[in-house]
């Protein structure tokens, strides 16, 4: 409590200092009014930290009571307002606010009584009127920004009460970023550093129809971004089954928890009635890209007899809701979803982002370009995207894409092409499992072809197979079952199902995470890795000769040692030189390696000395420096983490730059150290995300690779990383 | 070949400058053995390089011939030998060697001729055998060791031709260094320094005994220490089934593979034709201390004839074979295994392990305690075991541990507990779960107060739960199998087996290893860390009232970030104060964690402000630095990795101490930057390995704690690491 009364000291003496009286004693409600308007005004971290620390007694009112020092209740000549320089909604320029004759500040705010505008006061209160319109000229040339205010007006006399810079919504943001600067009071840095990426993102996902016919059924916490239009389903089998069949559902429950997991996938949202932003339902929401409204508290749900209530609304298994995901908002029946014009914009250009759009839209979507072009222009670090096909190649480098920082192409053994890494597993000899390799080659080869030319000319960084190769086979337990059960009820098992079983239990790990993946498998399997160098050589070859130019990269995945890179890469370069010959062209193309191992961020100089490029594999390097095994954990005990404040965002969200952040710092140094020349980047899913981006660009990477989807937000914030001095601070 | 033609001119020119003459030509076969003898000699770093870069051709002898100056082959006065200036087999004092009259050296060790002894040499040639006995005296004054000679006898004149440090037995080097300290020759830090900790395991084995008669079939390689005796089987299921019938078997394969895991288990060893010391049968045997004799050549097997031949020896499946795997023999029959004099000693004391002992042993088990005694003596680092019974905690201090450095509770939960435990994971509700843990609070209790008195007066770490409770339940899939076949025939199905399946399917993990486990389950289960902290709070009381001297140490697993320790603590000292005042006594015990995440070790310094101690859990660190997980890796691809030289030595064995190790530095910094009074220790497997032990007493540890087997090597090689200089070398 010391701490507390010294600033209670402190104040009590500046206000005897300014007006050469002592505290008066007001009524109980007006000393908690001035309670809270001292807080909230005292912005200092200090007064958080005691705020924090020290419960606040009632009767310290008596000691810091001030503002209430003038009053708008004294008559039809008084009344009190709120103003913002501009719209905070749309960023519209013009003032803007409300107003109400005759009262106090909380009256305005309490909206007990209708409140007028600011035009309608000019009409009632014209001369105190025309002083705010002059004070918030001046405010805003002030502080360079919109400011919100407070004022009263005392018989006739205006008082300024405060005035702090003023929240805005994203189009707001972008917008009044954009005018400040054509009105002279900012740069274009200081508006780029006025935007954030999680604002752009805002602008991007699908909205519900602004024009549609909408009834309000509640409102809940915004939890995960997006609009989610379905049927209600109360369960999680009904919302797979439903899926299943086609339907598009919307699944809501009390809270969520980890048997949800199946119905959280099948649904296009999550609602639930109970749990802020860190509970169970909104992180695996956010985590999967799931529109989410949580925490929406007056639904009451009844599981049982399939209902859900709202006052006298009823809905039953099956009706039909809409949610938005960025305003909590919960509406009756199925309203229509509507693309973005920022989203336009972003794949088709600004031509097609503001036709047919109204002004405002189309000053936002100008807004919008003109800062992410000033962002390309200054950002040191380059963008690249995750893609795997052709098609998500095209659309990222529609979205501003500088190459593939990370092609998975585990993803392309996948349908039919299952079944030849099921030969190559359960192959009997050596010539067995390379006649099925052979019989993947050209498959590969053409995967590789499409790419390199989506993407002709810039990078595409190729990672070798990374996943156990058991997830290519079927599952031990349902296989199991499966045969058990046959022949138990004396059905025939094919000669199939008893080698695939054996296999499958052969292959067996406990923790696949930490298993035979990645290097190892290239290591262990003869001829895998061989396979995917020759197609990439093949492919670059036929892009060669197709008059393109191909730049593919080979990417080493789960190295810890720099023996394991060696003997991979010594064994590509014979492949590469050896296809090179063959075909009449110079196919040499850059070898690296994923840092996603501590011991790779730990020995990195050693590694280095072999490897053109380290890509940073945050995802995996979060689960080895933490222990986190993501498919576990996030659905486990993080919800209970975040409540107890162990962490507050999901380490797999943003990255934690204290510990893995510390890895990715050794890890840099170390590899410039090893190799001065060596290419540095990041292609975990903390590429797209905003503080993430900033440290990445601190700790000096060359590149970011992430999804398509977030190739504007690393865009943007890449360049406000770039504006910013080196303590994260614009 | 520049390099090696310098050295061949440098020598050259020593040789004329020597001799005063040229080099002559000398016969093929005097060539060759002439360039052997020089580059054996050639005993220096630069020698083995040129030898390993460079094929050395055979016509370079002509350049290299000096030892062939003189011949043991000029007649009946001359002669050739090898001589030892002790015993190098038991270490017994006083020349010991092999003499050939007319002779040159080669026949000596090619053993086609009958060498006579030393002695006999003294009474053929007494002349030369006097002044060889004045060398050998010689030698081991300046060399300060056991030297071994060859000489050559020309017409009645000693030649020595050169010398070196001779190899010895384990039980030879024990004795040799305490011996060579009464002769007043080296230092008793010195002694120390001349064995090994894996010399002291050798003689900790029990052994085949030396005295039984025995018929050699063959030999192999020794892989892995200990005696085995068994009936041969030769295939894992057989060996699964006949020693779950009670027998004794010995598992004998062409090579091993992961599927012959269940097999190794099985047997008292294992014995293969094919395969090197990194074999997988070597590395697996080695790593759960089963006796392995591994690439015994002569073995013939025929697995489908379930026979093995050796010449004219045919073993037939059950047939009784003996193998000792210190020296990679293999005998026909079943000979008796003995324990050793030395284990008898480090158990029961000086007076046990001499008494029936004949001299030569007795002389051996004084040496092992004279040099024990010193290592104890001068040694920093602390050495404790890790013990979960009184029993084990008994032992341990027998063999000289000073407390517990790791107690492993969930060893407490298995048998008759497991049901409360599945109790406490089933509870419908809190109620329910309280009632389990109440159950389990007296076992663990007692327990608790077992193991105090066993470490009267010594520390007793007790680390809290570690283990997913899904482990504590029955495994999916055998369940799920059974629940199937139970559906599918109509058979009933419990209730109970229902439930328990939707528990364990709902706590399945894909990688238990990085899931809910350790300081997670803590935090997610309330009240179960509670109930352990009270079980041994309440166990010091017990204990402090029966007027002993109770030093528990509460250690919380998993630990990432100070935020979970801050929190268990917090819990943690408000029970232990509770009962305190309960039952009248002050109960205050160290909290401290575990390192055993590279997160931990990165924000140790954070850490270290809520920790009385640290212990580097280096087992896990491993598994996380790497991302390996040690239950698939050892068994799947660490022998391919061997053989490729990613590594030559499981890190598991060995602390891999540029990865590993760079985070366990990172920690001590921290820790003690943070907290300068930390206490520090290292728990894992690597506690009882040699090189590892140096590593810790370098990185400046307080501590290393091993299993209770390991507790003498530890002790020796702390010792040894503290009379080393800083960079390892004695």
Redesign the interface.
């Known amino acids: 409590m010391d701490g507390l009364k010294k600033v209670v000291e402190d104040y009590k003496e500046l206000v005897r200092n300014v007006t050469g009286r002592e505290f008066p004693q007001w009524p109980r409600e007006q000393l908690d009014m001035a309670i809270r308007a001292v807080f909230d005004s005292w912005n200092t971290e200090r007064a958080r930290i005691y705020r924090r620390r020290e419960r606040i007694p009632h009767d310290l009112g008596t000691a810091v009571n001030v503002c209430t020092m003038v009053f708008g209740n004294m008559g039809e000549d008084s009344g009190t307002g709120v103003a913002f320089t501009r719209d905070p909604a749309t960023g519209h320029t013009g003032h803007y606010g409300d107003y109400l004759v005759n009262a106090q500040g909380e009256d305005v705010v309490a909206g007990i009584r209708n409140t007028m505008s600011l035009d309608d006061m000019a009409s009632v209160h014209p001369k105190p009127f025309k002083q705010l319109e002059q004070n918030l000229r001046l405010l805003e040339t002030h502080y360079r920004d919109l400011c919100d205010v407070e004022f009263t007006v005392e018989r006739g006399k205006l008082w300024m009460l405060q005035t702090r810079v003023g929240k805005r919504t994203a189009p707001a943001a972008f917008r009044i970023a954009s005018e400040l600067v054509d009105e002279q009071l900012i740069t274009m840095d200081e508006a780029l550093s006025r935007v954030t990426g999680e604002q752009l993102v805002q602008l991007m996902f699908p909205q519900l129809d602004p024009d549609a016919e909408r009834t309000l059924l509640t409102k809940g916490m915004a939890a995960s971004p997006g609009a989610a239009v379905g049927k209600v389903v109360f369960d999680s089998p009904t919302a797979v089954e439903w899926a299943q069949r086609g339907e598009k559902v919307l699944l809501v429950r009390r809270e969520t928890n980890?048997?949800d997991l199946s119905g959280m996938i099948a649904s296009e949202g999550v609602l639930t009635a109970r749990g802020g932003k860190t509970s169970h339902a909104a992180v695996v929401a956010r985590g999967m890209g799931r529109t989410c409204v949580c925490g929406a508290e007056e639904l009451a749900i009844d599981a049982k007899a399939k209902t859900v209530t709202v006052g006298e609304h009823t809905i039953n298994e099956g009706d039909m809701l809409s949610i938005d995901g960025a305003t909590g908002e919960v509406f009756l029946g199925e309203l229509s979803v509507v693309s973005s014009p920022v989203m336009t914009y972003l794949d088709d250009g600004l031509e097609a982002g503001i036709k047919g759009q109204d002004d405002e839209t189309v000053l936002l979507v100008k807004a919008v370009d003109r800062l992410l072009e000033h962002a390309d222009d200054v950002r040191r670090l380059g963008v690249r995207t995750n893609a795997d096909t052709a098609e998500d190649s095209k659309h990222a480098r529609e979205l501003g894409a500088e190459g593939i920082g990370l092609c998975r192409t585990e993803h392309m053994f996948l349908g039919d092409r299952r079944e030849l890494i099921e030969r190559v597993i359960l192959a009997a000899d050596d010539d067995e499992k390379q006649a099925a390799l052979d019989a993947l080659l050209p498959l590969q080869r053409d995967d590789f072809v499409e790419m390199l030319e989506a993407m002709d000319g810039l990078p595409v960084t190729v990672r070798l197979l990374d996943p156990p190769l058991h997830e290519f086979l079927p599952d031990?337990?349902e296989l199991?079952?499966k045969i058990?059960?046959a022949e138990?009820?004396g059905e025939e098992v094919s000669e199939h199902d008893r080698t695939l079983l054996a296999a499958v239990q052969?292959q067996h790990?406990?923790?696949?995470?930490?298993?035979?993946r990645g290097v190892?498998l290239g290591?262990?399997v003869k001829g895998l890795f061989a396979l995917q160098v020759r197609a990439l050589a093949e492919a670059m070859a036929i892009r060669k000769a197709a008059g393109g130019d191909p730049r593919p990269e080979v990417m080493v995945p789960?190295v810890?040692?720099i023996?394991?890179l060696d003997?991979i890469r010594d064994e590509a370069q014979q492949i590469i030189a050896e296809v090179g010959q063959d075909k009449g062209f110079d196919l040499s193309m850059p070898i690296g390696t994923m840092i996603?191992?501590?011991?790779a961020a730990?020995?990195s100089e050693?590694i280095a000395g072999s490897a053109d490029f380290f890509s940073f594999g945050t995802n995996?390097l979060t689960?080895?420096?933490?222990?986190?095994?993501r498919?576990?954990?996030e659905s486990?005990?993080f919800t209970?983490?975040m409540d107890?404040?162990?962490?507050t965002v999901s380490p797999f969200e943003t990255l934690?730059q204290?510990?893995?952040g510390?890895?990715v710092k050794l890890g840099v140094e170390g590899g410039r150290r090893g190799n001065p020349k060596i290419h540095l980047g990041i292609c975990g899913e903390h590429g797209g995300d905003p503080a993430s981006i900033h440290f990445f660009h601190h700790a000096g990477l060359d590149y970011v690779s992430c999804s398509p989807f977030r190739i504007p937000v690393a865009r943007l914030e890449a360049g406000r990383a770039a504006v910013e001095s080196e303590d994260g601070t614009a």
Chains 1, 2 share one sequence.
């Open positions: 980890p048997d031990l337990n199991s079952v058990a059960v138990a009820t052969r790990e406990s923790n696949p995470m930490l298993g035979l190892r290591l262990t789960l810890g040692s023996n394991e003997l996603e191992l501590p011991r730990l020995t050693r995996d689960q080895t420096t933490w222990g986190f095994s498919d576990d954990v486990s005990f209970h983490y107890k404040g162990v962490f934690d204290t510990g893995v510390a890895l």
